[in-house]
C-alpha cells in the first residue's frame, strides 16, 4: 500500500509540535497501518490494539446513550495513549510521555485528524457497490448471557466427554 506523503508528513509536523510524543500510528478501524511515526513502538500491534480499545470504547458510548465516540484516553505511570476518530473508518493513535500537557495533545491531534480526515476522503476509492454503505454504524449490543446460577441443574452438571 502506498502511503500519501502528505499524511506523514502530518505525522512528522505533530511530532515536531508535541515533543513528548514518542509515536504516532494512523489505522483504519480493524487494525491495519495507514501510516505511521512510531520509532521504538511496533506500529502493527499499536494499530491492532487500538482498534480493539476503540471497538469497546464505542459500545461505552453507545451503551450510555452519549453518541458517536470522538477519542479516547488511557493514563498509565509512564505517559498516555489517546487515540482519535478519524472519520467513520480510521483513528490515529498517539503515545506520550508521562510529562506531556494533555490539553496540548488533545488541541494538536484534533487539528491533525481533521487535516487527515480531509487527506484520506480526498484519496478513498469509490465504493464498488453503492448499496453497501461504507460507513460504520452502530455496533450490534452484545449478546445477553444467561447467569450460571439461573441454569437447570442438569446443564451446569454435565462436563465436556
Do not use: W
Not at 502528505?6 to 509515536?23: C, F, M
Not at 451503551?63 to 490515529?92: F, K, M, Q, W
Request: proline share 7%.
Amino acid at each position: 500500500m502506498t502511503v500519501d506523503p502528505a499524511v506523514l508528513t502530518e505525522l512528522g509536523n505533530l511530532r515536531n509540535r508535541v515533543p513528548e510524543l514518542s509515536g504516532s500510528v494512523l489505522a483504519t478501524a480493524d487494525g491495519m497501518v495507514v501510516a505511521h511515526d512510531a520509532h521504538g513502538i511496533e506500529p502493527d500491534s499499536l494499530a491492532a490494539l487500538a482498534a480493539a480499545h476503540l471497538a469497546l470504547a464505542r459500545r461505552f458510548a453507545h451503551a450510555v446513550n452519549h453518541g458517536e465516540l470522538r477519542e479516547s484516553v488511557v493514563e498509565c505511570d509512564g505517559g498516555y495513549i489517546t487515540s482519535y476518530t478519524a472519520g467513520p473508518n480510521a483513528l490515529l493513535t498517539l503515545v506520550t510521555s508521562g510529562n506531556a500537557n494533555l490539553a496540548m495533545v488533545h488541541l494538536e491531534a484534533r487539528r491533525a485528524v481533521r487535516r487527515l480526515v480531509k487527506i484520506l476522503i480526498l484519496e478513498a476509492p469509490a465504493p464498488v457497490r453503492p448499496e453497501i454503505p461504507t460507513q460504520m454504524g452502530p455496533s450490534t449490543p452484545l449478546a445477553r448471557r444467561t447467569p450460571m446460577a439461573t441454569l437447570q441443574s442438569t446443564f451446569r452438571g454435565r462436563q465436556a466427554g
